[in-house]
């Protein structure tokens, strides 16, 4: 790899595997299940496809993902997360909680659909004896949070019994956390009305990010900037 610290302290050897640029972007993507190449370079945005793949190379040299062949019907490489690579979820979610407080309200507008999952992850922070199943539908996909022993684990794909499903547009949906129901508009609700009061009491976010989604509620903002396409920028 391009960085190497050449010190035994734990972090710097972490940091020689992950601290390259574009390398916890591919965990995040990851992090919601298998990709092929050319869905994980969409979904990252913006990686150029030789970087990306030596990424890729030196995360299965450190057996950070795995790639392997999906039989058919649908007869394609994907990509995915090992044991060791999950690892890397809880950091990459309380790192996300961290970047909240550099980020902007135009930071916020830009969210597309695909960050939608990883988002709710960082910005809801449940109780160790909180259980749920929560159902997304955003630009067209589906997603599933599953809320469990104080942590949220996400994939791409329809939830299973869902208590609670929520669909709309990325803005639309996190206004509906975190603004509470004057931040309804625009997303369909279906399933438990009291879990998705619980999960309003679970929002941790810094003060600005809040006034900014009570700002676009108002409509003195607009989440017209947001990207459609779906790449992630969360």
Request: proline share 6%; net charge negative; glycine share 12%.
């Amino acid at each position: 790899m391009g960085r190497n610290y050449s010190q035994s302290c734990s972090l710097a050897c972490a940091l020689d595997r992950i601290g390259e640029r574009w390398s916890l972007l591919i965990v995040r993507e990851l992090s919601l299940g298998p990709l092929r190449f050319t869905d994980l370079a969409r979904s990252v945005g913006g990686a150029p496809t030789d970087v990306l793949a030596k990424r890729l190379r030196d995360f299965e040299q450190h057996g950070i993902v795995r790639k392997r062949e999906l039989g058919p019907p649908v007869s394609a490489a994907v990509y995915e997360l090992t044991e060791l690579g999950r690892g890397l979820e809880r950091p990459m979610i309380e790192l996300g909680r961290w970047g909240m407080s550099l980020q902007s309200v135009d930071d916020v507008l830009g969210l597309t659909p695909a960050s939608l999952p990883n988002v709710l992850r960082v910005v809801l922070q449940p109780p160790g004896d909180f259980e749920l199943t929560l159902g997304l539908r955003s630009g067209g996909q589906d997603y599933a949070l599953r809320f469990e022993n104080g942590w949220i684990a996400a994939s791409r794909g329809a939830a299973v019994d869902p208590d609670l499903t929520l669909s709309g547009g990325p803005i639309e949906v996190i206004s509906a956390f975190v603004v509470g129901e004057e931040g309804e508009e625009g997303v369909e609700i279906e399933g438990d009305r009291a879990a998705l009061d619980a999960l309003r009491s679970m929002v941790i976010v810094p003060d600005r990010l809040r006034e900014g989604a009570v700002a676009i509620v108002a409509g003195e903002l607009s989440p017209a900037g947001s990207n459609p396409a779906g790449e992630s920028t969360a």
